[in-house]
């Protein structure tokens, strides 16, 4: 999933790159070209976003206002948008942008009405910027409305070298030498990985790589959109494999129930942290962000990545997901809105947050050169050249209230797996009826 992140570097370098102008240490100054058209206004954002992730956004914001004169307001959701936008718009506050992180929101957005289609500048730069793929994504009934700000390359497993060269480990190529590794790092000392049960998203994120790589594309295309239930034998199959690791004592950090007590943050601190207790966590792109901002791990000496492994004679998975800015039709200054939107469709925009680090566009006009560092430009390349061959998230292709709401569908319902591995016919059977409900079968 693109959601729920936290990254942060610098801003007045990334200011700089994209403006060519800032006052370093106080507030951006005016950009080269701004023609200040939207003094006066303000523009309300709503997203997941929080922490140094938001502050990495409100760069590109800054950036936003430097070039237009237009101020903005960020208002972080938390991770069940769909409800806190819903009852804003209900209420009559509606924010102008919103930023989506999941296929299924945006679809149910566009089939309540409450999104404007993009612009026609808007729409040429996604043309010439961005993969087909993503331009499906974005669109609802052959309309686009979204476009991908912020994407996530989600089949990369992150480790402490240190770690892995003490238990004498190289980077597994198969599902099967993970296990394996795992066990060799927890005998030198350290857990193997460190898992962030308490956030349901990371759990889906573990089946979808699983199941991609063991059932296959077209089984994935299907089971994602509801055109084989979830009691299919390929998801038993799935959740028995990653029931496997979830079993085993030695593999996570603390147990199950201490996965069930991490967030996302606190399982990269404990891989990445002062205090390590495992040597690996699997996460996507942004576990970089989180490793080097909050504590200071160079990326690529201090904290690497090898590929999502091939599970079971299968092919390696290349999972991503992504977070489309939207145009709410009720928000109070929705052209303004329009026009923060063909801001973020340039590589100007993306450029702010790429340097800054934790970030990865799907836009691929935005040069290489503006990632901080090699291993981050070596997964944006992997990302962009995969085209169309990528694999979006499945929860977030999913209606949200099944695939994106905390405490609910199958974010609950992994939870609860991660509690109890012991029968994932069950825990299949479960699924399938909170699917039904969601997808009106």
């Not at 800032?22 to 976003?49: F, I, M, Y």
């Not at 993009?118 to 993503?134: F, K, N």
Request: with cysteine; charged share 20%.
């Amino acid at each position: 999933m693109m959601r729920r992140r936290t990254t942060l570097l610098t801003g007045c370098t990334a200011l700089a790159v994209a403006l060519g102008a800032t006052a370093c240490g106080g507030e951006p100054v005016s950009a080269s070209g701004g023609d200040k058209a939207l003094d006066g206004q303000t523009v309300t954002v709503a997203g997941v976003w929080s922490g140094s992730e938001q502050k990495n956004f409100q760069k590109v914001l800054d950036a936003f206002t430097a070039k237009t004169g237009a101020k903005t307001q960020f208002v972080s959701t938390g991770d069940n948008v769909s409800t806190v936008v819903g009852s804003k718009i209900e209420g009559g506050n509606a924010p102008d942008v919103v930023m989506v992180p999941q296929v299924g929101v945006l679809k149910q957005f566009a089939e309540k009405g409450w999104l404007k289609p993009l612009s026609a500048t808007a729409r040429q730069s996604i043309d010439a910027g961005y993969a087909p793929v993503w331009k499906k994504y974005g669109s609802v009934d052959g309309t686009l409305y979204g476009l991908y700000f912020k994407a996530a390359h989600k089949s990369t497993v992150w480790y402490s070298p240190d770690a892995l060269a003490q238990a004498g480990v190289e980077p597994p190529k198969t599902y099967a030498e993970l296990l394996e590794a795992g066990h060799t790092v927890s005998d030198s000392g350290l857990a193997a990985f460190a898992v962030a049960g308490q956030d349901g998203w990371t759990l889906t994120d573990w089946f979808e790589n699983v199941y991609l790589s063991q059932a296959g594309p077209e089984k994935y295309d299907a089971l994602a959109a509801h055109e084989i239930k979830w009691t299919d034998p390929s998801v038993v199959r799935a959740l028995t494999t990653l029931g496997k690791l979830f079993k085993d004592k030695q593999l996570i950090a603390g147990g199950r129930k201490t996965a069930l007590n991490t967030d996302f943050p606190g399982s990269v601190e404990k891989v990445f942290g002062p205090e390590p207790e495992a040597g690996m966590v699997y996460e996507g792109d942004f576990v970089a962000g989180v490793a080097h901002d909050q504590y200071g791990k160079a990326i690529g000496k201090d904290a690497d990545f090898f590929p999502f492994p091939a599970v079971d004679g299968g092919t390696a998975p290349v999972v991503s997901g992504g977070d489309a800015a939207v145009v709410l039709k009720d928000g109070k200054n929705a052209e303004a809105g329009m026009k923060l939107l063909e801001y973020l469709a340039t590589p100007e925009a993306a450029a702010v947050w790429a340097k800054a680090g934790g970030f990865l566009s799907p836009n691929k006009k935005l040069s290489l050169s503006a990632y901080g560092d090699d291993v981050t430009r070596a997964t944006a390349k992997s990302l962009v050249g995969a085209g169309d061959s990528v694999r979006f998230d499945m929860s977030d292709q999913a209606p949200a209230a099944f695939g994106g709401t905390k405490g609910t569908g199958e974010w609950k319902l992994l939870q609860d797996f991660l509690r109890d591995p012991s029968d994932a016919k069950a825990t299949a059977a479960k699924l399938e009826s909170a699917a039904a409900k969601t997808y009106q079968d």
